[in-house]
């Protein structure tokens, strides 16, 4: 059975040819599925897509036509899939909804850090030989409040972690798990509560009407001066246009970013010898207190194996023609 991995990085083709097992007929596509390379999917079984390919209704249309059975998304985010119209046109679909929580909860509270203490500038300041302490002055974690927003498997373990450095920690969530209030000492609240009593703010919520811009002029407002807020969840949660104009007045004393809400086009690929077209990402990269890694939270051979092995159950049981226990 022909399978078509759009997006395919090295780490992905290395992966998936090392645990495939020769069950499955891999097609390795460096570009992003859209309508213009979705032509690759013809007589295809199915398609692998990961967070930044295209899987609206016109582009699922073209696949339902094309005969495929299946779309196995390597992430647990799905928002870039039209779910709905893949059900009227019989296309299954599936994510990764658990690949490894803790590759998400660690590169967050490493960006959390990293802020916190200077270490960008640090290690800059040394290798031009500059060893003035002055500009570098942190703080520290223990008995800081930290808000969580989204509090799934992966926003659980950062309570884990965090909770081990002695913070205060609140967060909100629509559906409160009670397990991490018992053994992190988490406590609920409303989101407004959240956003005004947190010093440091960390979004692991999915993007969806609800969280579209949750992140904004309003919400900055309400906030304190200086806060932290590190986003590894989902680009749109955050309205960039906003969070620049609380940078440039104090608010936001330091930002740190994974995903950026246009960064589809941009993020996985090298841009080094192109002249900057986004006017909006360009100014945020000009804040020496903002802290981008282009979508590589993930990143880590544990949540890579992750992401091949459930993958590869979604497509066997789609091969058996029975249902995956993933399927959205």
């Known amino acids: 059975m022909k399978v078509i991995i759009y997006n395919t990085k ?41 967070v930044n390919d295209d899987a609206s209704a016109p582009v699922l249309e073209k696949l339902a036509a094309y005969g495929v059975k299946g779309i196995a998304i390597r992430a647990a985010g799905h928002d870039q899939t039209d779910s709905e119209a893949a059900r009227r046109l019989g296309i299954r679909v599936a994510n990764v909804p658990a690949y490894s929580p803790h590759a998400i909860a660690e590169h967050t509270v490493a960006m959390i850090l990293t802020m916190a203490r200077n270490i960008i500038q640090a290690d800059r300041r040394v290798k031009d030989y500059n060893f003035i302490l002055d500009p570098l002055v942190g703080f520290n974690l223990h008995k800081k ?32 798990n009670n397990e991490y209030s018992e053994k992190y000492g988490l406590v609920y609240h409303p989101l407004d509560f959240v956003f005004s009593n947190s010093d440091i703010i960390v979004i692991h919520a999915p993007l969806n009407a609800h969280t579209k811009y949750m992140f904004n002029a309003e919400s900055f407002s309400k906030m304190k001066d200086g806060v932290l807020i590190v986003n590894t969840g989902r680009g749109g949660i955050i309205n960039t246009k906003d969070a620049i104009e609380a940078l440039k007045s104090g608010k936001i ?40 890694t282009g979508h590589m939270a993930f990143l880590t051979s544990n949540a890579i194996t992750g992401i091949v092995d459930t993958t590869m159950a979604n497509l066997d049981a789609w091969s058996k023609n029975e249902n995956s226990v993933n399927e959205l």
């Open 10 to 50: 090295t780490y992905d083709r290395h992966y998936f040819e090392k645990y495939a097992h020769g069950q499955f007929e891999f097609q390795f596509i460096d570009e992003s599925l859209s309508l213009d390379t979705v032509h690759f999917a013809e007589d295809a079984f199915a398609v692998c897509i990961f």
């Open 145 to 176: 409040t930290v808000g969580i927003i989204g509090i799934g498997k992966i926003g659980g373990t950062t309570a884990k972690i965090l909770n081990g450095f002695g913070c205060n920690l609140i967060g909100f969530d629509p559906e409160p």
């Open 253 to 292: 004393g330091h930002l740190g970013i994974d995903v950026y809400e246009n960064e589809k086009g941009l993020f996985f690929t090298d841009k080094t010898t192109t002249i900057p077209q986004d006017d909006l990402f360009a100014r945020l990269l000009t804040f020496k207190n903002v802290l981008v």
